[in-house]
């Protein structure tokens, strides 16, 4: 039987589709109401927002978001965290917000306000799944009910085509957070094509996705400016993600972490450096391990704690074989964050970083956060995060200056105190509730104008 096509994201409703989102219009008085009620809300912001003011201040209360990914938790990595710290930030600020992303056959919790769709796994990814079009698009009388005030899309594989197919629909505003600079990946998973073809295209599908786009979030200035240079159009507002402090550092029903050097039979004279985030390729931990041996020159009983999975676990470790330090590495997968991550943070000494390619770097402010000093290089969305002295010293992207700026870490107790102590303060000013509030004054902005447009 021939496979039936997908339908073009810009091909008009059949007559099926019109008839049943015009019944339900007609006849549901819920939608009617909620509909009333939005329309009421938006002409009262209206004023405000051609009048002056800050748009940071004097938020629409109680909108209703839709926010659609491709990947959630349980699939850990920064786009899962970002979706839940600004999910309970965005609640708590009085504000509703649905999450559609695919199911998991492993690991899955069910949480309020989470629609899980039916998924497969990706070819050749174990770790990540692909939701159906046609199921997400299915749901256009549902959500249309719901009476949404505008639509987030997090990942630009389904979800985005998805998530522009239905603002199209649903008559909404649909804003994108740009997480990932996928001309820094592609080369690691597609090796048989030239590096060179593989950056253009993956700079041509963004423009061209972003430009499908009411509006863009970075998270942070070089994502931004990377964007530009590509050549998208489309307004965008750097947004960091932030940090839910007390949530982190102090979880509900922690597991026990009273002693993280005995669980893993280290010595208790062991200086450890900690690397948090996905063993992935484009991550640079082998850059790393190649600097560790400078660092053993003058600590010889230090050791490299890399936690997470991914695709370069079996190559990183070859890597600590070849360069001669497999017995100073430690590998342990991912920890759970309540409790077991945060013990690995409070018992190292120094919290290690080298991605090239970063976005952000969350984890950076997750170890200061804890207590724990930072060593880094500064490139792509860690120059918005780190500050020279304020919690962490800025290395240089080789391996002398990155290691000498360790060792002097570790020699120095004084300085490490007092990084510790400015690393708190500086975590402070990350909290998830000051970002989601720039979040919340972007929606309204992006609310508004449809609004305006619609009366035109």
Known sequence: MPQRRRPSLSSPLSDQEVAALTQLANGNALHLQRKADREARLASALTLFHSVASTTETPLSGMKILMISDVYFPRVNGVSTSIASFRGALERLGHSVTLICPDYPVGQVDEPGVLRIDSRQVPGDPEDRMMRYRDLIALAPQLAAEAFDLIHVHTPFTAHYAGVALGRRLGLPVVATYHTLFEEYVHHYIRWLPRRWLRLAARRLS??????????????????????????????????????????????????????RAHYDLPTDARLLLYVGRAAFEKNIDFLIDMLPKVLAEHPTARLIITGEGPAHDSLVRRAQEVGVADAVLFLGYLDRHGPLQAAYRAADVFVFASRTETQGLVLLEAMALGTPVVSTAMMGTLDVLKEGEGCLIAEDNHDDFAAKVNHLLNDETLRQQLTERAHTYAASWHEDSKSAELVALYRKLVVESLVKKKK
């Open 207 to 260: 423009v061209h996705q972003c430009q499908q786009l009411d509006a863009l979030v970075a998270p942070s200035r070089a994502m931004q400016e990377a964007l530009t240079r590509y050549g998208v159009t489309t307004p965008s507002t750097v947004i960091p993600t932030g940090l839910s402090l007390e949530a982190f550092c102090h979880p509900q029903g922690a597991q026990d972490d009273s002693d993280f």
